[in-house]
C-alpha cells in the first residue's frame, strides 16, 4: 500500500453499535493504508464479539482494559499503541463522514511538510439528524498560533476525532481533566510550536447523545469550576494580561456566584491551586452585591478596574 501508515485510536466503553458505526466508516474510506486500535474499557466483551466480523477486513488490535482505564487515560492508551506516522483518536460515537476524509487528511500532510496537525469543520450531529457547526468565534481558526489561550474562549478545533497528529506530536491529554481536556491539549501543543492547517470541510460527524461526558459536563458547575481553576493555575501570570482572559475569569467567577476562595474549596479546587489572579478577583466582586455584578455595564466596568489594578502588578 502507498502513503504513511494512518492509525486509528478508538477508545471504547460499551456501546458496541457505535464502535461498529465508526468501524463501516473506516471501511468505506478510499485511504487503505489504516490500523486500528480498539482500547476497550467495557466490563464485558460485547465490543470484543461486535468487532469480530471486520477483523478480516480491517487491520485491528484490540486491547481489553481490566481495569478500566478510564478517560483520557483510554485515549492515551490508543495514542501509546499507535505506530502510524499519522494518528487520530476516533471517539466511539463519532464517525468519518466523507469516504474520502482520511485521504485528504494525508494529502494535507504530504503537500504541507511543516505542519504537525490538520483538523476538519466541527460538525456535530444531533440524534435527531440535524447538524450543527461548532465553531462560534471563526476568525480564532486562524489566530490560534498567536493566541494559544483564546481557545477557552471558544474551542474551534472540536474533539480528538475531528483531528489528526503527525506522530511526532509525543504530547498526551492531561488525565486530571475530563471538560477542558481537548482545550488543554491544543493550546499545550500550540505553545510548543506546532503548525497546524484548518479544512473547511464535513470530514468527520461527532455524535451527540444525551450521556455522553460532554453533555453530563456542561451541567455539572463543580466540574466546571474545578477544571477551568485547574487550567487557571497552569496559565503564566503574563496570560492574565489578556484582557480576553481576563474577563472570561471575571464573568466565570460572577456566573457561578463563586464569591469566596472557599466556593471553590466546595467544588473540589485545593487552596494551592487557586491562582492570586483569581484571589485578586474574588477580592472586588466580595465588595460588590449580585444584582450589581448582573448588570452587565457595571460588571464590565468593575472588571476593568481589576484588569488594570492586576496589570500594574
Known sequence: MFGPLVSIGIPAYKKPAYVVRGLQSILQQSYKNIEIIISDDSPDESIKIAIEPYIS????????????????????AALDKSSGELKLLLHQDDWFHDPDAIKTYVTAFED??????????????????????????????????????????????????????????????????????????????????????????????????????????????????????????????????????????????????????????????????IPPIIVQMLSLQQKLSPSILKMGLLSKFFMMISYLTAKKN
Open 112 to 273: 504541507n511538510p511543516e505542519i504537525d496537525f490538520v483538523f476538519c469543520q466541527n460538525t456535530a450531529i444531533e440524534e435527531t439528524g440535524k447538524k450543527v457547526i461548532l465553531q462560534a468565534r471563526p476568525s480564532l481558526l486562524h489566530t490560534m498560533s498567536e493566541n494559544p489561550n483564546h481557545l477557552l474562549l471558544a474551542q474551534v478545533i472540536g474533539p480528538p476525532s475531528n483531528t489528526m497528529l503527525r506522530s511526532r506530536v509525543n504530547t498526551r491529554y492531561d488525565e486530571k481533566f475530563i471538560w477542558l481536556v481537548d482545550v488543554d491539549y491544543y493550546v499545550r501543543i500550540l505553545k510548543k510550536g506546532h503548525k497546524y492547517k484548518y479544512i473547511q470541510k464535513h470530514l468527520v460527524s461527532i455524535g451527540i447523545h444525551e450521556d455522553q461526558t460532554t453533555v453530563f459536563c456542561r451541567t455539572n458547575d463543580t466540574i466546571i469550576l474545578k477544571e477551568n481553576t485547574w487550567f487557571a493555575n497552569k496559565l503564566e501570570k503574563e496570560a492574565f494580561k489578556d484582557i480576553l482572559i481576563y474577563d472570561y475569569y471575571w464573568r466565570l467567577l460572577r456566573n457561578y456566584n463563586v464569591r469566596t476562595t472557599e466556593d471553590l474549596a466546595r467544588a473540589g479546587v485545593e487552596y494551592k491551586d
Open 57 to 76: 477486513e480491517l487491520a485491528i488490535k484490540y486491547y481489553h482494559n481490566q481495569p478500566a482505564l478510564t478517560s483520557p487515560a483510554n485515549w492515551n
